[in-house]
């Protein structure tokens, strides 16, 4: 097949030979790359004053988005919600902010036609964050996909009315009906668990993330109308340090799963044991056990090695799960078992006399968690303001045609020849980016 198609493009398109000696190398895309990886990024999130995360804006009253979650006794209660894509719309903007600004000063074109709504569908940050089409044309599917998070505190813990007078100058007195004005806050202290996953994602990718989840984090642009003292922050906790556990896997498998907190939980103590005991060794290997699985230590020299769990079936060892604590790190392999040309003769013996199969390990999952996970996304931050600075136009366009010619020929094409041209493209909204 691919083959019959190469030969096909050597007699319509003349000297391709001369072509390929000038081609570059595309640019390394989640959606083309065969490095590309599944990160989840797991932080909790806490407020450090009032703040709003904003729902609706009435005339008076500015409503805090609430929902009512069951609980397990039959009754309701009622909580916070920070929309997923209230932050996805923050963090948006706070990503187009820094390409326009990295690639203008980089003298190439800065996409500062592409801003929300009206998204371009070819720059890098659509193809990652994604852009619909109304009409005609392809839609990009956004590879990083934002849980919406519920407070850990009920909201008539979290959330507290607030009055505002706004004084008329001249007379010292309210300025009348429309100088009483009522807003809902979150107070401080109020904790968010949230959840991102970066689905097929290549380095500078991750950083495109990392830099929104640092920066609006630090400089507190996930609240709307935030206080003089009002942000956010991540969350402490003893034996973690900073709360964010990072999950990244080569294959898109995670032998242990990212901590979630149940909506109707109230306990912040507990909410906080269940991120913990995602990173205990003798936790895990609990939550194994009771999977069925047959769990032990690893053993050096003949001793007790609390830093390495291995997961067993019938004797053979399916995962190796290592844990290096002061490199703030577990990490997952998967027992390959190797495939032998002569079995009788590679055979290896125990002591036991029982016989030994050759494998290998194969690193499937990493989880960086605290100040380590800080650096992870801080390092990732880095190279996409890296991948900025060196960014070339040309290289770019011959990176969308290779993607176009990959997702799907024909509509795609199709848009590229007619859609992207028309301005009428332009006018396009996109749906579910929520501005503040
Ligand atoms: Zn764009």
């Not at 036609?113 to 109304?134: N, S």
Request: one cysteine or more; aromatic letters at 8%.
């Amino acid at each position: 097949m691919a083959r019959k198609k190469k030969e096909k493009t050597v007699k319509t398109s003349g000297p391709v030979k001369t072509q390929e000696n000038h081609k570059v190398k595309p640019y390394d895309l989640g959606i083309i790359s065969r490095n590309a990886k599944t990160v989840i990024v797991n932080a909790m999130i806490e407020t450090t004053g009032q703040v709003r995360f904003g729902d609706g804006t009435e005339v008076n009253l500015t409503i805090t988005e609430k929902d009512l979650i069951p609980t397990s006794d039959g009754k309701f209660v009622e909580k916070v919600v920070f929309a997923g894509s209230k932050r996805r719309g923050v963090d948006r903007r706070t990503i187009h902010a820094l390409r326009n600004q990295v690639l203008s000063q980089n003298g190439t074109e800065p996409f500062e036609q592409c801003y929300i709504p009206q998204l371009c569908r070819k720059c890098p940050t659509c193809w990652l964050l994604g852009a619909t089409a109304m009409g005609e044309g392809y839609n990009i599917k956004s590879r990083i996909l934002y849980g919406s998070s519920y407070s850990i505190e009920p909201s008539e813990l979290a959330v507290q009315p607030h009055s505002r007078n706004m004084v008329d100058e001249k007379r010292h007195t309210t300025a009348g009906e429309a100088g009483i004005h009522t807003e809902e806050f979150i107070k401080a202290g109020v904790h968010f668990p949230t959840i991102t996953i970066l689905e097929r994602v290549v380095d500078w990718e991750i950083g495109v993330f990392a830099h929104a989840l640092l920066e609006n984090v630090n400089q507190n642009k996930y609240t709307a109308a935030s206080r003089s003292q009002g942000g956010v922050k991540f969350t402490e906790v003893d034996a973690i340090g900073q709360c964010i556990i990072i999950d990244e896997s080569p294959i898109g498998m995670f032998p242990l799963p990212t901590p979630k907190i149940g909506a109707d939980k109230t306990n912040l103590y507990e909410a906080l044991e269940v991120y913990k005991d995602s990173l205990d060794l003798e936790k895990i290997k609990e939550k194994f056990e009771v999977q069925c699985f047959k769990v032990d230590y690893g053993k050096t020299d003949g001793v007790e090695d609390k830093t390495t769990l291995l997961i067993q079936v019938n004797s053979s060892i399916l995962y190796k799960i290592k844990c290096t604590e002061n490199e703030g790190k577990l990490e997952v392999f998967q027992c390959v078992r190797k495939e032998k040309k002569d079995e009788a003769e590679d055979i290896t013996k125990s002591e036991e006399g029982k016989p030994i199969l050759e494998h290998e390990y194969k690193l499937i999952q990493t989880r960086y968690y605290g100040e380590r996970a800080l650096g992870y996304i801080r390092e990732k931050q880095y190279e996409w303001k890296s991948f900025l600075e060196t960014f070339n136009s040309q290289r770019w366009t011959d990176t969308n045609n290779e993607i176009l010619k990959r997702i799907g020929p024909s509509k795609a094409e199709k848009a590229s020849e007619k859609g992207l041209e028309k301005p009428a493209t332009k006018e396009e909204p996109v749906s579910g980016e929520e501005s503040d």
